[in-house]
C-alpha cells in the first residue's frame, strides 16, 4: 500500500514539473510575442529632415531610373524594410493626393526582382516638382497594408501615409531632371528624417 501510494505521489510530482515547465515556456513565448509587437508596431515623432526626405526605415536595396507611365523618366529609389525598423510610413513632399490604387498580387520577398508581382498600394501626389509615385508594397510576412491617407487629401512633408504590417519595401519614384539624389545604394534612412534628394533651382 505504502509503495502504491509513493509511486502515485511520485507521478503526480512529475507531472506538476511538467505543467509548470509548459506554462513557464508559454509564459516567456507570449512575452516574446509582445515584445515583437511592442517593437514593430512602434510609432515614434520624427524631427523632418531637410529636402525630400525617405519615405520608409531600412536600407536602400536600389537606385535606377526608369521610364514609368505615370510618372514619365523618373528615378526610383527602393527600400527593404526588416522586422525590426519603423514600418509606418510618410511622406517624401508636400502635395495632394490625386490616386490611390490597391492591387492584389503574390507575396514574394520583397527584395526579390519578382516582387513587382506583389500585393502593393501606389500613392500619386502632386507636388511642386510635379507627380511623384509611392509604392508599399507587401512581402513574405507582410500581408496587409493600411493606408492612413485618401484621394484628395492635401499632406504634409513627413506626414504619416500608411503602415505595412510586419514590413517589406517601399519605392519612390521622381522626376528625374528635377532633382538631384543625396542617396546611395546600401544607405540606411529613417522615415521622415533622412534626405534623399535635393529639389533643383
Same mark, same amino acid.
Given at each position: 500500500?505504502? &509503495?502504491?501510494?509513493?509511486?502515485?505521489?511520485?507521478?503526480?510530482?512529475?507531472t506538476?514539473?511538467?505543467?509548470?515547465?509548459?506554462?513557464?515556456f508559454?509564459?516567456?513565448l507570449?512575452?516574446?510575442?509582445?515584445?515583437?509587437?511592442?517593437?514593430f508596431?512602434?510609432?515614434?515623432?520624427?524631427m523632418?529632415?531637410?529636402?525630400? &526626405?525617405?519615405? *520608409? /526605415?531600412g &536600407?536602400?536595396?536600389?537606385?535606377?531610373?526608369?521610364? /514609368?507611365?505615370?510618372?514619365?523618366?523618373?528615378?526610383?529609389?527602393?527600400?527593404f524594410?526588416?522586422?525590426?525598423?519603423?514600418?509606418?510610413?510618410?511622406?517624401p513632399? /508636400?502635395?495632394k493626393?490625386t490616386?490611390i490604387?490597391?492591387?492584389?498580387?503574390?507575396?514574394?520577398? *520583397?527584395?526579390?526582382?519578382?516582387?513587382w508581382r506583389?500585393?502593393?498600394?501606389?500613392?500619386?501626389?502632386?507636388?511642386t516638382?510635379?507627380k511623384i509615385?509611392? &509604392?508599399?508594397?507587401?512581402?513574405?510576412? *507582410?500581408?496587409?497594408?493600411v493606408?492612413?491617407i485618401?484621394k484628395?487629401?492635401?499632406?504634409k512633408k513627413g506626414?504619416?501615409?500608411?503602415?505595412?504590417?510586419?514590413?517589406?519595401?517601399?519605392d519612390?519614384?521622381l522626376p528625374?531632371?528635377?532633382i538631384?539624389i543625396?542617396?546611395?545604394?546600401?544607405?540606411?534612412?529613417?522615415?521622415?528624417?533622412?534626405?534623399?534628394a535635393?529639389?533643383? /533651382?
Amino acid at each position: 500500500m505504502l &509503495v502504491f501510494i509513493g509511486i502515485t505521489l511520485g507521478g503526480i510530482l512529475v507531472t506538476v514539473t511538467i505543467l509548470q515547465a509548459l506554462f513557464s515556456f508559454l509564459f516567456l513565448l507570449g512575452c516574446l510575442l509582445l515584445l515583437v509587437l511592442l517593437i514593430f508596431f512602434r510609432d515614434p515623432e520624427r524631427m523632418i529632415g531637410e529636402g525630400i &526626405v525617405a519615405a *520608409a /526605415d531600412g &536600407v536602400i536595396r536600389e537606385i535606377t531610373t526608369v521610364q /514609368d507611365p505615370d510618372i514619365g523618366s523618373c528615378t526610383k529609389i527602393s527600400t527593404f524594410m526588416n522586422l525590426q525598423n519603423v514600418h509606418v510610413n510618410r511622406m517624401p513632399l /508636400d502635395g495632394k493626393i490625386t490616386n490611390i490604387t490597391h492591387q492584389s498580387g503574390t507575396y514574394l520577398p *520583397a527584395f526579390m526582382k519578382e516582387s513587382w508581382r506583389n500585393e502593393r498600394l501606389i500613392i500619386i501626389s502632386n507636388t511642386t516638382l510635379g507627380k511623384i509615385k509611392i &509604392v508599399l508594397i507587401a512581402g513574405t510576412l *507582410a500581408r496587409r497594408i493600411v493606408p492612413y491617407i485618401q484621394k484628395g487629401d492635401m499632406i504634409k512633408k513627413g506626414q504619416r501615409i500608411g503602415l505595412i504590417r510586419l514590413g517589406s519595401r517601399v519605392d519612390v519614384y521622381l522626376p528625374k531632371n528635377k532633382i538631384t539624389i543625396h542617396v546611395q545604394q546600401k544607405q540606411r534612412l529613417l522615415a521622415g528624417v533622412s534626405t534623399i534628394a535635393a529639389i533643383n /533651382d
